[in-house]
C-alpha cells in the first residue's frame, strides 16, 4: 500500500482479555517499529524488527506483551490480560532500513487502545 | 536514553520566530525532527546525520552539533499550518537500532 496501515483503529476491551492489533508496513521496508502515546505523552518504544527478527525486545513493558512479524509483512502485537495502563495509542512505523536513512520513518495513524 | 526537548510548549503570533531544542545524554548517529497534529500520525521532516550538518525545509531548518549531542529545530515566519506537536527523534551511535524520542514540544500559532 501507500502508507503505513494499522487495524483496529480504535479497540475498546475489557480488562483481562487479549487484544491483537496489527501493522501492514509500506512495501520494501525492511525495518519495522512500535511504539506506545500514551495521552499527552511521547512516543515510548516498544519493539522493533529487521526483517523477521527481533533483536531487542527489551522495551516490552512486561511478559504480556509480544510481537512476531512475518513474511518481512506484516507485524501483530499481542498483549495478554489488558490491564487499564495498557491504554495508549499504539503505532507502527517502517523504514527502508535500520537507521532510517535519508527519509525516517513512515507511521501510522494508529490503534486507540482502551481497557475498561 | 530518551532525548530531552525543551520547550515543552509555545505560542507564537503567525510571523513569528522559534526555536525547539533536542539534547542528549548519549553519543548519536543522527537526529530526526517530526510533526505531529492532534489525532494524526507523526509526520517525518527531516533527518541530520553528520555533526555540524543544517538543512532547510521551507521556513523550518534544524541543525546538529554532534560533540554537544545536541540539535535545534528553527521555524521562522511561522504559518498557522506550523501548529503541532514538535519531536525529536535520536539514534544512537552504538547499541539501539531504533529511534528514542523526546516527549515533545507543543507549538501553537495564532493568528
Known amino acids: 500500500g501507500a502508507g503505513v496501515s494499522q487495524s483496529p483503529s480504535n479497540k475498546v476491551t475489557e480488562k483481562g482479555k487479549d487484544v491483537e492489533l496489527r501493522c501492514d508496513p509500506i512495501s520494501g521496508h525492511t525495518a519495522l517499529y512500535w511504539y506506545r502515546q500514551s495521552l499527552g505523552q511521547g512516543l515510548e518504544f516498544l519493539i522493533y524488527f529487521q526483517g523477521n527478527s527481533a533483536p531487542d525486545k527489551s522495551g516490552l513493558p512486561s511478559d504480556r506483551f509480544s510481537a512476531e512479524r512475518t513474511g518481512g509483512s506484516v507485524s501483530t502485537l499481542t498483549i495478554q490480560r489488558t490491564q487499564q495502563e495498557d491504554s495508549a495509542v499504539y503505532l507502527c512505523?517502517?523504514?527502508?532500513?535500520?537507521?532510517?536513512?535519508?527519509?525516517?520513518?513512515?507511521f501510522g495513524s494508529g490503534t486507540r487502545l482502551t481497557v475498561v | 536514553q530518551q532525548p530531552v526537548q525543551s520547550p515543552q510548549a509555545v505560542i507564537l503570533r503567525e510571523g513569528e520566530d522559534a526555536v525547539i531544542n533536542c539534547s542528549s545524554s548519549?553519543?548519536?548517529?543522527?537526529v530526526h525532527w517530526y510533526r505531529q497534529k492532534h489525532g494524526e500520525a507523526p509526520i517525518f521532516l527531516m533527518i541530520l546525520l553528520k555533526g555540524g550538518e543544517q538543512k532547510g525545509h521551507d521556513k523550518i531548518s534544524a541543525s546538529f552539533n554532534e560533540k554537544k549531542q545536541q540539535s535545534s529545530l528553527y521555524l521562522t515566519a511561522s504559518q498557522l499550518s506550523y501548529s503541532g506537536t514538535y519531536f525529536c527523534g535520536t539514534e544512537l551511535r552504538t547499541g539501539a537500532n531504533n529511534l528514542f524520542f523526546g516527549t515533545g514540544t507543543r507549538l501553537t500559532v495564532i493568528p
Open positions: 548519549k553519543a548519536l548517529y543522527s
Open positions: 512505523a517502517s523504514s527502508l532500513s535500520i537507521r532510517g536513512g535519508n527519509y525516517g520513518y513512515t
